[in-house]
C-alpha cells in the first residue's frame, strides 16, 4: 500500500534586492529575473524555490514572490495581490507561513487572510519563540535592551523576559508603561545602555552602530538588519531566529541552497519557516500569529509542538549571511 500523504504547508517570502531578485530565478530557470529583464511584479514570476520534509511529520513548500522591500512597501495592494495568486496556485496546503515583510504588509497578514481559504500565520509566534529563547540562553546579567518593542515581536519577547525576571530596557514608552519597566527614548540609547541589545522590529536598519558598546551582543532578527551599516569590530551579531533541524529535516539541493544563501547556514534554519509546518501537521486552522498582536500562549504552544518534533534553539549561532528569500 502507498503510503499516506503527509500534511502540507507553504511558505512565502520575497527578495531584498535586485540581485536576490535575480537569484530568485535561478531554480527554475527564469532568465528575465536572472539578467534582470524583469522587475518581478508578475504573477508569471511567482515560482516555487524550494521543498522541504520532516519525515513521517509534514512536508513544505518555499514560494517566491520576485519583489523587493522598495516594492513591497511601496506598492501594497500589488504585493498582496501577488500573495493572493501565489496561494491560489498551491494545491493540497494546509497552512501558509509569510516571511519577512510579507508578515508585515496588508495587516500584518490579515488582509491576506481574508482573501484565501488556507489558514495564514505570520511566523512572528515562532521568531517570538526562537528570539527569546537564544537570549535567555546568553545569561544576561544587567538589563537586555529591546529594540522594537512596539512591534508584535519585541512586544511579547519582552514579555517572555520580563517574566522570566531578566531586567529590560525597552524603547517605547508605552510597552515599557505596559510591562512596568524602564524606556529610553531612542534605539542609541537603549543600545548605549546595555551590553546585550535584541533587535525585534519588523524593518530593521534602526540603531546607528556607534551607540553600541564595546563588546556588545546584539541578538537579531529584523529583516533588514537592526544595526545601520557595518557592524563595529567586537560586537557580536547572533541570529535570534536560528533552529537547529529535527532529525529527518530533509531539504534537496535547492533546499541547501536556500538554507546557504538566505542566511540559515548549513546547520541552522529559521523559526519562521516551522510556523505553518506545525499548523499543517497539528491539523490546527487558527493561526499562530495574525495581526499586530502575538499572545504569549501562542509562544509557548509553537515551542511545545516544535520541540516535539525534534527542533530546539540554537542560542549562539552566529548570524549567517543576509537573508534573500
Not at 212 to 225: E, F, K, N, Q
Amino acid at each position: 500500500m502507498p503510503e499516506p500523504a503527509l500534511p502540507r504547508f507553504a511558505f512565502l517570502v520575497h527578495a531584498l534586492s535586485r540581485f536576490h531578485r535575480g537569484a530568485m530565478g535561478v531554480p527554475q530557470g527564469r532568465l528575465g529575473l536572472i539578467f534582470h529583464r524583469r522587475d518581478g511584479s508578475a504573477v508569471e514570476d511567482i515560482s516555487t524555490l524550494c521543498r522541504f520534509q520532516l519525515a513521517g511529520v509534514a512536508e513544505g513548500v518555499v514560494v517566491g514572490i520576485p519583489l523587493t522591500p522598495e516594492q513591497m512597501l511601496t506598492d501594497q495592494d500589488l504585493a498582496l495581490e501577488r500573495m493572493v495568486a501565489a496561494v491560489a496556485a498551491l494545491d493540497g496546503v494546509a497552512a501558509v507561513g509569510l516571511g519577512s515583510l510579507c508578515a508585515v504588509i496588508a495587516g500584518r497578514g490579515e488582509a491576506l487572510a481574508e482573501r484565501v481559504s488556507v489558514p495564514i500565520t505570520t511566523g512572528a509566534a515562532a521568531t517570538a519563540w526562537a528570539l527569546s529563547e537564544n537570549t535567555l540562553a546568553l545569561k544576561p546579567e544587567g538589563p537586555v535592551g529591546i529594540i522594537g518593542s512596539r512591534g508584535p515581536v519585541g512586544r511579547v519577547v519582552s514579555e517572555i523576559l520580563a517574566a522570566a525576571g531578566v531586567p529590560l530596557l525597552v524603547d517605547s514608552k508605552r510597552t515599557g508603561r505596559s510591562l512596568k519597566v524602564p524606556h529610553a527614548d531612542s534605539p542609541e540609547a537603549v543600545a548605549a545602555a546595555c551590553d546585550v541589545v535584541v533587535g525585534a522590529g519588523p524593518t530593521g536598519a534602526t540603531l546607528d552602530p556607534a551607540a553600541l558598546r564595546p563588546g556588545a551582543t546584539v541578538v537579531d532578527v529584523a529583516i533588514p538588519p537592526t544595526i545601520k551599516g557595518a557592524i563595529p569590530a567586537g560586537v557580536r551579531v547572533l541570529s535570534g531566529e536560528a533552529v537547529t533541524p529535527a532529525p529527518g529535516w530533509t531539504r534537496g539541493f535547492w533546499g541547501s541552497a536556500y538554507h546557504l544563501l538566505a542566511g540559515y547556514g548549513y546547520s541552522q534554519v529559521y523559526a519562521c519557516l516551522l510556523e505553518p509546518l506545525v499548523l499543517a501537521a497539528s491539523g490546527q486552522t487558527e493561526p499562530l500569529a495574525l495581526g499586530r498582536r502575538v499572545s504569549s500562549a501562542s509562544v509557548e504552544r509553537f515551542g511545545t509542538a516544535a520541540r516535539t518534533m525534534g527542533f530546539s534553539p540554537c542560542h549562539v549561532a552566529d548570524h549567517g549571511l543576509s537573508r534573500w528569500m
